[in-house]
């Protein structure tokens, strides 16, 4: 059962260093990419927006003096993305991101169970849609961390100011997918792990996997996960991002999509699986949904 108080899920942070091979690679797995946002703190990113309010933000640094600068003055999501990318690699799957109506409230929390990353940050970008009509985007951003962690982390995300921007044709891929259904970590230790995500979530655990309203966080082990998916995983103690799992109206148009950029895919039971690949920092794996 899910929890009332339950956090859905907002978004995925995909560090990569170029946004240029983000655009390339998700193109040609069928996906619309929204134009560049600029970050006032170095990093910019170019989003993938679906249908169920939930998406990808690639992430690259545009800026590095801006950046440095940011992480000098104690902005976490800058410096816990520097870490990332000092500790494992500039490209990969570092943050899954809960929508809340109150960031104090989840810093608050986060604070009393031990696992507060920093302070709160606060901050607004420009939001362009696709025919080029902006508006201003305001966020309020509670990070989550484990002890010593830098493979990972959540925060949980107030649109203090949501851009009245017409989303539609940034939804329109032609892949099928409309949403996110389930994202996959891989621990060589599930059970340690899955107390963050609950608490960062506000939910309970159920098993090694937290029910969001909306999706599944799962931590499986590298085993495991190459026998579900036929996919490799580093092992290590530390929770890591590895796979998002898409919901799509039909597998012959993600085979069609697929086939039309020349993008390499195998079958795992009835899920299309996708390798990491430059561009593209995580496994994506497409999956019908009745």
Do not use: W
């Not at 493979?151 to 099928?176: M, S, W, Y």
């Not at 792990?193 to 969001?212: E, F, S, T, W, Y």
Request: hydrophobic share 45%; glycine share 8%.
């Amino acid at each position: 059962m899910i929890e009332s108080s339950a956090h859905p899920l907002d978004h995925l942070v995909l560090p990569t260093p170029s946004l240029d091979a983000v655009r390339s690679r998700l193109t040609s797995l069928g996906f619309v990419v929204a134009p560049t946002g600029i970050h006032p703190f170095g990093t910019e990113n170019a989003c993938v927006f679906f249908a169920d309010g939930t998406y990808l933000e690639p992430l690259a640094v545009g800026n590095e003096q801006a950046a440095r600068q940011a992480i000098a003055a104690g902005n976490v999501f800058i410096t816990r993305d520097r870490l990332y990318r000092e500790r494992l690699s500039e490209e990969g799957f570092s943050a899954v991101v809960l929508g809340t109506g109150n960031a104090d409230a989840d810093h608050l929390r986060f604070v009393e169970a031990g696992l507060s990353a920093g302070d709160t940050l606060r901050f607004s970008r420009a939001f362009t849609d696709a025919n080029g009509k902006s508006d201003t985007a305001s966020f309020k951003l509670a990070f989550a961390v484990g002890k010593g962690a830098t493979d990972a982390f959540l925060f949980a995300c107030e649109r203090v100011n949501p851009p009245k921007i017409d989303r539609t044709a940034l939804q329109a891929h032609a892949n099928g997918v409309t949403g996110i259904v389930e994202v996959i970590a891989v621990s060589d230790a599930p059970p340690s792990q899955i107390g963050l995500i609950a608490i960062a979530a506000g939910a309970k655990a159920d098993g090694n996997g937290v029910r969001l309203p909306n999706a599944v966080l799962s931590i499986v082990t590298p085993e495991s996960y190459a026998q579900r998916f036929g996919l490799a995983a580093e092992a290590s103690p530390h929770l890591r991002f590895e796979a998002v799992v898409f919901s799509i109206r039909d597998k012959a148009t993600v085979a069609h999509a697929l086939a039309a950029g020349a993008i390499d895919h195998d079958m795992s039971g009835t899920d299309i699986v996708v390798a990491p690949a430059p561009g593209q920092g995580a496994a994506f794996i497409f999956r019908e949904i009745p």
